[in-house]
């Protein structure tokens, strides 16, 4: 079955040379392959403004520099976010394009009185969390216990309807060989081809 799939690119650095883009451009072209309805988006290449207020957050618009992207995110059956570990968790640019975009009215719905839940508005969609990182990926699952990974899937993607959300994490990736490089890109080309 098709499926409509969306990868965001989360690398802060626009440079072509990032792993993060090898694997999102492995992970597409195999979906697309397999004729699935791919749309990518490279988030290094967006305006993306700090959200600051409460008020913002709750009473004010999608940045016109996020529309398109904001609007992708609905039409997405599957999201694919792929970006590298930064200081634990998820880089600042990816964190402030969420905070922008998985707001009240295109996210979740506050509780009307008497509810007592928000109510998620993404339901009916699945995630995959492409993250690579410097230190081993067991370590950061053991000893970090994938906290900001967790983070992401549980206080983000999960509240506003998503999931599944599965991970891919690739460690060690400073150093790897041409070969281990190869595997990971033919790992993405699996996923891609089932759309998970
Ligand atoms: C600001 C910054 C913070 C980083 N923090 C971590 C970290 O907390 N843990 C870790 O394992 N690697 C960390 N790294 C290494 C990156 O995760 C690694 O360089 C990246 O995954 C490589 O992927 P790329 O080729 O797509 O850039 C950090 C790198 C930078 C630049």
Redesign the pocket.
């Known amino acids: 079955m098709s499926r409509r799939i969306l990868i965001l690119i989360g ?1 802060p ?1 626009p440079s072509p ?7 999102a451009s492995a992970y597409a072209e195999a979906a697309e392959s397999a004729g699935h309805a791919v749309r990518k988006i490279d988030l290094a290449s967006l305006d993306i403004p700090f959200l600051r207020t409460m008020q913002e957050f709750e009473h004010g618009s999608i940045p016109d520099s996020l529309r398109e992207a904001a609007d992708a995110v609905v039409w997405a059956e599957h999201l694919v976010f792929v970006f ?6 998820v ?1 600042a640019m990816l964190k402030a394009f969420l905070e922008q975009v998985m707001r009240p009215g295109t996210a979740f719905a506050y509780p009307e009185q008497g509810e007592g839940f928000a109510k998620s508005l993404l339901r009916g969609r699945s995630a995959r969390l492409i ?5 081993p990926a067991a ?2 699952r053991i000893w970090f216990l994938s906290h900001g990974i967790a983070g992401m899937r549980r206080g983000i993607l999960n509240f506003v309807g998503i999931r599944p959300v599965r991970e891919t994490l ?2 060690m ?2 150093n790897a060989s041409d070969v281990k490089r190869a595997s990971w890109l033919e790992q993405m080309q699996r996923l891609g081809a089932r759309a998970v």
């Open positions: 690398h650095d040379d990032r792993l993060c883009r090898a694997l590298p570990l930064w200081l634990g968790t880089p993250v690579t990182m410097g230190m370590v950061y690739l460690g990736v400073a």
